[in-house]
Structures are given as structure tokens and as C-alpha cells.
């Protein structure tokens, strides 16, 4: 699985701040929210949810890649960016931006593809494994979960196996991991 940031990219991502993500820069965020659209391209998913978007790049690029999709982007925005500047990077795409994280605000068996970047490896294991079981909740059976974080914080996978989540596939790159989970059912 290659991809490759364009030198256009890097000049565009000027456009947009960092919103919490442990040092990972706009470029990098570009490039895993491009992985992440490999993922969703073989997953075929109709409903997503974002959990602690952010900036919503990621939000962004899948948008752009699949305008077809319905995204829920969920965060708790405040001083450091504003939902107004968060719609601002959104301007050419329709969204959702929803300001709210847990609970969450969603009936169950609702997505077919919920995923994280960067969110997990602040939050402590019991914590983790409550907002595990309640992304378990919103997930349609046979639909899946994409954790993307930190590769030093790659056992905090073991809360959402311990949720009732199956790890399809374990991908790391460049220090950050994607761990592909299904819901059985």
C-alpha cells in the first residue's frame, strides 16, 4: 500500500493548522487520512463516523475521494480552533460536524465504518475500554472500526478486542499503526 504526498499538497496544507495530534503535521495527517481512504475504497461503507476529528482533514480527504459518503465528524472544539474555522476547511464538501464526543449521540447498529485518528493514546485504559464498548455499539454488524495512533501505544488495541471487536488487519507506517476491527455478528 503506497501513497505518495504531491509537493501541491505540502504547499496547500499552509491552509490549515494542527489540531491536537502529537506532533503529527499537516502533511502527515494528509497522508494517513489517504491511507485511511484505502481502507474505506475496499470497505464500501454508506454511513461514517469520525471521532475526535479535529482539524477534519481527514473528514476532508475522504469527502473529496468518496463525495458520496455521509460522514458524522465528532469533536469538542473550543479556543485552540473553532467549528467556524473547522467549517471553513470543509467549505467545498458537505459535512457534518457534530460538537459532542461521549456518549454518543447515535442509535445503535448505525455506521459502516467508524474510525479514529489519533484519539486512543491520550485516554486511559478504563476509559478506553467505556468508549470501546460504545463504539461497539454504533457499528452495524459485519462493519468495521479503523484505529489509527501511535505504533508505541499499539496494545490499546486489546480494549476493543475486549469490547467484542475481531482485528481484521494490523498495518503500520512511519511510527503511526491502522488496526482494521470488525463487529461480528
Known sequence: MVVVSSLF????S????????MGVTIDEEMFYAKLLGKFASSLNP??????????????????TSFPELEIASLDLWNDEMTVAEVKGYLKNVDSNLIQNLFPLPFRDDYFDLVYAPLYFYNVTRDRREELAL???????????????????????????????????????NQGVFFSLMEKRG
Open 46 to 63: 454508506s454511513r461514517v463516523l469520525d471521532v475526535g476529528c479535529g482539524n477534519c482533514l481527514f473528514t476532508l480527504v475522504l469527502k
Open 9 to 12: 499538497e505540502s504547499i496547500k
Open 134 to 172: 460504545e463504539l461497539f455499539r454504533v457499528v452495524k454488524p459485519r462493519s468495521f472500526l479503523v484505529i489509527i495512533d501511535l505504533e508505541i501505544v499499539r496494545n490499546l488495541r486489546k480494549s476493543f478486542l475486549k469490547a467484542g471487536f475481531e482485528e481484521r488487519t494490523y498495518y503500520a
Open 14 to 21: 499552509w491552509e490549515f493548522r494542527p489540531y491536537r495530534r
